[in-house]
């Protein structure tokens, strides 16, 4: 088992709607999880981080975490062609150091 | 403003040829990275550095070397290009070794070895 895991997509939005991401970690006592959007031939951005149990909202982008279930999300509203991109979660991985594992990412299109 | 810078964008280089990687940061971050990018491997931490002198080996360290003898710069060395090693190399940085600090990359590398 990977430990993090996403959808490869490619998943397909039109604009204006909501869009949803989903990733998975194998670490139960992984306590640091981040999205990034990478754009083609470019590098991660970070777009948001989650620490607790629950949703975080930062202008249209909301992450969700769930440790139990060991899922978190990020949600998209009013999608943008602009936001068509990979989008890349992290978790970091508390083995005494620093480290993130990355998913493989979600390649997102929205439609206009 | 501060940032993460890398050099050269592109190189081509030759199998069996040593190949050098610069990253530098003007941050003043500790903790410097290393990962390459592979279509269906998504981003592979190779090499890490928690401050001056300090480095450690990532998931894919084999045919890569680091030193950390600043806090600015981490370059990465190929000591003998090969051709499983054509990708995308980020340099990455983060303030500190607490667990909710997040990584902040460079724009890359595009490495390719004929």
């Known amino acids: 088992q990977k430990e993090v895991e996403q959808n490869s997509g490619p998943l397909s939005v039109p604009e204006g709607a909501i869009a949803s991401l989903n990733c998975t970690y194998s670490?139960?006592?992984?306590?640091?999880f981040f999205w990034y959007r990478q754009y083609s031939g470019k590098s991660p951005e970070l777009i948001m981080s989650?620490?607790?149990?629950g949703d975080k909202e930062d202008g249209r982008f909301t992450a969700q975490l769930n440790k139990a279930s060991q899922y978190v999300s990020l949600l998209i509203r009013d999608s943008q062609p602009s936001d068509s991109a990979t989008y890349l979660c992290?978790?970091?991985?508390?083995?005494?150091?620093?480290?993130?594992?990355f998913g493989q990412g979600t390649r997102l299109t929205i439609n206009p | 403003d501060a940032e993460i810078t890398q050099s050269p964008r592109h190189k081509i280089t030759e199998t069996g040829r040593q190949v050098t990687l610069a990253c530098h940061q003007t941050?003043?971050?500790?903790?410097m990275f290393w990962y390459r990018q592979d279509l269906g491997h998504g981003l592979r931490l190779i090499h890490y550095?928690?401050?001056?002198?300090?480095?450690n080996k990532g998931e894919v360290s084999d045919g890569y070397s680091v030193s950390r003898s600043n806090t600015e710069d981490l370059p990465l060395t190929l000591e003998s290009a090969a051709s499983s090693q054509t990708s995308v190399y980020f340099c990455?940085?983060?303030?500190?070794?607490?667990?909710?600090?997040?990584?902040?990359f460079g724009d890359g590398t595009r490495l390719s070895i004929l």
């Open positions: 989650i620490y607790s149990n």
């Open positions: 990455a940085s983060s303030e500190s070794r607490g667990l909710d600090q997040p990584q902040h």
């Open positions: 670490d139960r006592v992984s306590q640091s």
């Open positions: 992290a978790v970091n991985i508390p083995q005494g150091a620093q480290k993130l594992v």
């Open positions: 941050w003043n971050h500790n903790n």
């Open positions: 550095s928690y401050g001056v002198q300090d480095t």
